[in-house]
């Protein structure tokens, strides 16, 4: 079983509750990667045998660092329309809220269709040499990335970089057909725009994440396990909070997903 | 009273219950105008006695059409942490959830920051024609519109015109000073982008919008009813479902808010 099938894997328990655990192999500094939670709630909705369509949106709430340990996830089918359904999402460690969200699934079907960003001109994944930090977070080695632009800092000096884009190949470091939670958890893989503006390990975390999901199923099963092209940057850092906007192509240049978050950041 | 204060007054009738209704200044060719929807979810929790700190993010749902007439929000405080609170958002009509969401409030502090995403280069609104639609929704007359690049077809002809980018000034055209709730509904000002893109009257609807508040209070409050610069463009369309990235500036170039939205349209 995949390491990351192993972390979604999810236990209805009745109703709208499913049972889960944070999985080691994706610790972060302080508690779970934010990609992997966000991918389990997702997976809740997935497996919710009321589920009408495919996943369309998501957002996920960091409401407070989750622990190591076992978590209850509520999906709860808000409202069920013809070809579209609305979820409100929970993540509960006994009694605490430590994550809320929402998802939206819908039924696709063929319109006008057209891309107006396209993926920027880069070197091939093949030609990108890829990045072994020494020290790093256990869920980094979950994942091969070859930065393009925009790599993690070499050193931490404090230079003010200019800007805080960065575009990189990246992909399960164990391969893995793409899927819709493992696109969720991939939205979340940049890491933070101000380490990257800066050079400063300033004291940060996620507080909000939303992905839109352009692509259809049928194109997300296509991407297999081959490489997508992610790029993040920061919009405006004021006062402790940072937003971050992004997009993450397939090799062929389709646009899979568009993801957007806000960072809370200490100094 | 202003008609924007008349359409987000709220009565809280106890615990995380207010009740609203619509407001007939503010309706669009189907219910209302869903940037006052999003106005009046977030006007909730700006209400609430337990509330801490300003609004950061705003994410809403348009999971049915809101009906003309009463509506109860409900605002619950998921998570309170020491500068940080987390909110979960449904609007109902009788039983039925017609919107849902989550908000973030938060005390801000001074920090480092920079603005990477600066005011594009752009005529001052005086130089500017304000638009008048002969026909269109009533809540449009409730703007006053300056549009520079991309502003809604003047003819109904399907010409493709190559992008969906739209750049306006914009303000309350009954004029009041900036808000957070002002500043919510005008997030959802840009009218669709499948419109401005292919220049044909498909029906279509927003079903998610995210706002991040990138300005703290002060910073929102000194625009008084100053112009804004909004800036609006879609990723991509495919299958039913686009998404528009954007962005609004106060006059000097301040980025106040950072915004997101995915629209369904039919065909």
């Not at 929402?102 to 880069?122: C, D, K, N, Q, Y």
């Not at 979340?188 to 992905?211: E, K, N, Q, Y």
């Not at 049928?218 to 919009?235: K, T």
Request: a negative charge; charged letters at 15%.
């Amino acid at each position: 079983m995949h390491v990351f099938d192993e972390a979604i894997a999810l236990n209805h328990t009745g109703g709208d509750a499913f049972a889960g655990a944070t999985h080691p192999a994706w610790a972060n500094m302080v508690g779970p990667f934010g990609g992997i939670t966000a991918a389990q709630l997702l997976q809740a909705v997935l497996m919710h045998p009321q589920r009408l369509g495919d996943p369309v949106a998501l957002t996920v709430n960091f409401c407070a660092a989750v622990a190591d340990g076992p978590f209850t996830i509520e999906a709860v089918p808000a409202r069920t329309n013809r070809s579209t359904q609305h979820w409100m999402l929970r993540m509960l460690q006994g009694d605490a809220v430590v994550m809320s969200g929402s998802a939206m699934t819908a039924l696709r079907r063929e319109t006008f269709g057209v891309t107006e960003h396209s993926i920027p001109p880069v070197s091939p994944p093949e030609q990108v040499p890829q990045v072994h930090a020494r020290t790093r977070p256990e869920w980094v080695g979950r994942y091969e990335m070859r930065p393009i632009e925009g790599a993690i800092p070499a050193q931490w000096d404090g230079t003010d970089l200019g800007h805080s884009r960065t575009r990189l190949w990246m992909r399960d470091g164990a391969l893995r057909p793409l899927d819709y939670p493992s696109l969720a958890a991939i939205a979340d893989l940049f890491f933070p725009r101000l380490w990257s503006r800066r050079a400063m390990l300033v004291p940060l975390g996620t507080v909000t994440m939303t992905v839109y999901f352009l692509a259809d199923a049928q194109q997300i099963a296509s991407v297999g396990s081959g490489y997508l092209l992610g790029q993040a940057q920061g919009q405006r850092f004021h006062m402790g909070y940072l937003d971050q906007t992004g997009q993450i192509w397939s090799e062929v240049g389709e646009l899979l997903a568009t993801t957007h978050q806000l960072v809370y950041y200490k100094e």
